[in-house]
Every structure is written in structure tokens, then in C-alpha cells.
């Protein structure tokens, strides 16, 4: 499975962005989803996930109310709607998945991974 990401780039705080995720192979309606993000000089971080059927999303604290997670098994693509961006939100986004249907948050849960796209919110 092979996933690439699309839709980064620099914002304005208070901004909108939508992020793309194109995956590979025929497994996608039935893999959970995720966005992680990694801010500059620290960690790898849970944004939001999504189970295969779509009805089941989750949210990190952070962006709860801001950002929204989609996805259409017919184009084997994962969105990321962001909206009211912060600078704190700037990052680089990874779109990730695993086989099964709960929606960890945990990073190492998931086995396939994007190469991540630069999402920069300036002040």
C-alpha cells in the first residue's frame, strides 16, 4: 500500500486548508485512516483518524472543531478539511493506515505510512 499526500502549503493564521490522501491497492475501504503531524523539532502527534466505513471518526483535542476528517472509498482518498488555522498547527501532516476497523492513536499502531506534506501557518 503506497500513500501520498497533497494540499500543504503556507496560510495565513485563520486560514483554511485541505489535505489529500491517495492510497494504493484494493484494502482501502477496509483500513482505518489517520493524519499524524509532526511540528518542528518535536514528536509525532495524533490529529484525526477514521475507520473504513467512514462512521467513525476521531479528533485530537487540539483541532476538535476546526479540522475535518472525510473519506470516498470510490477514489481510495482521504481528506482533511482545516479551517481557522493557527500557527501551532504548522507541521508536517502524515497520512497513514492500518488493517482493522478501531481507530488508534497511537502512531505505532499503523503500518503504512505518506511521506507527509508541509503545512506552514504563519502569524
Known amino acids: 500500500v503506497q500513500l501520498v499526500e497533497s494540499g500543504g502549503g503556507l496560510v495565513e493564521a485563520g486560514g483554511s486548508l485541505r489535505l489529500s490522501c491517495v492510497a494504493s491497492?484494493?484494502?482501502?475501504?477496509?483500513?482505518?485512516m489517520a493524519w499524524f503531524r509532526r511540528p518542528p523539532g518535536k514528536e509525532v502527534e495524533w490529529v484525526s483518524g477514521i475507520n473504513g466505513g467512514a462512521d467513525i471518526t476521531s479528533y485530537a483535542d487540539s483541532v476538535k472543531g476546526r479540522f475535518t476528517i472525510s473519506r470516498d472509498n470510490t477514489k481510495n482518498t482521504m481528506y482533511l478539511e482545516m479551517n481557522n488555522l493557527k500557527p501551532e498547527d504548522t507541521a508536517a501532516y502524515f497520512c497513514c493506515g492500518r488493517y482493522g476497523d478501531y481507530v488508534y492513536t497511537d502512531a505505532s499502531r499503523y503500518k503504512f505510512w505518506g511521506q507527509g506534506t508541509q503545512v506552514t501557518v504563519s502569524s
Open positions: 491497492g484494493r484494502t482501502f475501504s477496509s483500513s482505518v
